[in-house]
């Protein structure tokens, strides 16, 4: 009887304060943090949305109202020669990514909003170009998201190649979450994968659908912050803000629907409900949810081993509380989460640079090095 | 003399309200509420209340309501650096978020007219378009 009784309390414990908190686990800790600081590489920048190294002391940086800056032991020069850049909302200058043979032939890639010449509204797109000292050459547009809009959000976009010679970028859902996300036919809320002359793999999941966006990789994505391929398997993983509550990591998978808007973990900025569906059928579960959102961006897994404890670990920045988010992964799960760098400022960017050290992109401040005592 | 004085002076008042159509307040405040949903919220919340240390509040804000010239150039060309926002101090960077003037006098009209936020003074596209960086 007794054991019954507290089987039962224990039960009703459970639910109570299941239905208390909904914090997705595990509950983020926050380590001491006198073990970590942070080195300056450049300063001067207000929201340096992507970078790329060229070697240990040399690297490419954007800042979002369009600039984009080659940075030499800490002095930034700026390149000329950037396509026009549609300033709107959340848009601007956004990822830069070096082609995995820039060594040998200087291409670069990058994500821009754009509004072409008699557009009204604009749309995500990708350039490469070639570099110079400090001047591109050869812009070339690659892919331009339609139709456009005066909507101001989720533009995406985050550049990454896979180990085959792909290219992969994302556009969100560009305000428009009832329609663009889950149709083929349109762009926005979409992983899409190129060849690296921009040209269509042939083995692209949707190239035999009918009207389908050929480029289309993934779909059902609401906003793709954050992208990195995994060192070891070689999988292209991606964070993505939810509404409130309900940003993502998923492990971006071909032909794949990720579900959003009719899924989702998140509910609307006012608090009402977007869907009571958790799971559906032909739709892809995140790896990792967070409720409530960090706002992350960024994604970079540490795989060098100059610190000591982090090798395998994901690292993604966030915006909203300011910090760098260290996530442990054990047997495919996230078992511990915790905050480092707390209250360094809006951290945009996260990458492991060729020394293997984690450089961040904080918004107000520019490039800071993370650096372990 | 006078009657083309008189004629220039129409015309000038003229060409003033077809360069600024001014639309009622009412109309600019549901407008401005659309521009506020896509451009505003994701920091300001929509209960305007921001978030404290991160996003100032746009909710009974004595920086607000006593600069606000100086909070549409905010708008219109960005903010960074610190200000004081009801004693507390911010130092974050609100980019240009690429409004047109009409739609910055959408979005402060309904700033200025939501949560309690009341505003006797209606912003105009003309005097968005007036202040300078």
């Known amino acids: ?373 | 003399m006078k009657v083309l004085l008189g004629l220039m002076g129409l015309f000038i008042l003229f060409e003033g309200t077809w360069l600024f159509q001014n639309k009622p307040l009412e109309q600019s405040i549901a407008d401005g509420e659309e521009i506020y949903q896509d451009f505003c919220l994701q920091c300001h919340l929509d209960t305007g209340k921001g978030v404290s240390g991160v996003s100032p509040p746009l909710v009974e804000s004595d920086y607000l309501m006593n600069n606000i010239d100086l909070s549409i150039r905010g708008v219109k060309y960005g903010l960074s650096g610190p200000i004081v926002v009801n004693g507390e101090e911010y130092d974050g960077v609100m980019q240009n978020q690429g409004l047109d003037n009409e739609e910055i006098a959408d979005v402060m009209n309904y700033i200025l007219n939501s949560w309690g936020n009341k505003s006797t003074d209606m912003i105009t596209e003309e005097r968005v378009a007036n202040i300078t960086e």
Not at chain 1, 285 to 305: C, D, K, L, R, T
Request: charged fraction near 25%; aromatic fraction near 10%.
């Open chain 1, 1 to 373: 009887m007794k054991k019954k009784f507290s089987a039962l309390l224990y039960l009703g414990i459970f639910y109570l304060t299941s239905c208390i908190s909904q914090e997705n686990p595990p509950e983020i800790k926050t380590p001491d943090q006198s073990n970590y600081s942070t080195e300056t590489i450049v300063d001067g920048i207000d929201v340096p949305w992507g970078m790329d190294f060229i070697s240990e002391n040399e690297l490419l940086v954007t800042e979002k109202k369009g600039i984009l800056y080659r940075v030499l032991n800490g002095k930034k020069t700026e390149v000329l020669g950037l396509p026009e850049i549609y300033k709107r909302g959340q848009g601007g200058l956004l990822d830069v990514a070096l082609h995995p043979d820039f060594k040998n032939n200087t291409v670069i890639y990058f994500t821009a909003s754009a509004q072409l010449e008699g557009d009204t509204g604009g749309n995500t797109a990708l350039y490469c170009a070639k570099l110079n000292d400090n001047q591109l050459s050869e812009v070339k547009l690659l892919y331009k998201g339609t139709p456009n809009t005066k909507k101001g959000q989720h533009w995406g976009s985050r550049i990454v190649f896979d180990y085959q010679g792909h290219l992969f970028f994302g556009i969100g859902d560009r305000g428009n979450r009832d329609v663009n996300p889950q149709d083929l036919e349109r762009d926005g809320g979409k992983i899409y994968r190129l060849n690296l002359d921009g040209s269509i793999p042939e083995d692209n999941p949707f190239t035999n659908k009918e009207g389908a966006k050929q480029a289309v990789y993934s779909y059902g994505h609401r906003n793709p912050q954050g992208m990195t391929v995994h060192p070891k398997t070689g999988e292209i993983w991606e964070n993505e803000h939810g509404p409130k509550g309900g940003d993502e990591i998923n492990i971006i998978l071909k032909g794949k629907n990720f579900g959003w808007p009719v899924i989702t973990y998140g509910v609307n900025y006012s608090g009402t409900s977007i869907t009571d569906k958790r799971a559906m059928p032909g739709m892809e579960q995140p790896f990792y949810y967070w409720v409530p959102s960090i706002a992350p961006s960024g994604m970079a897994f540490s795989s060098s081993g100059v610190y000591r404890k982090w090798k395998g670990d994901l690292f993604v920045g966030s915006l909203k509380f300011k910090y760098l988010e260290r996530l442990v992964i054990k047997r495919e799960k996230i078992v511990k989460r915790e905050k480092i760098l707390n209250d360094i400022g809006r951290v945009r960017n996260v990458k492991e640079g060729p020394d293997g050290y984690l450089y961040l992109g904080v918004e107000g401040k520019g490039i800071l090095k993370v650096v372990y005592k």
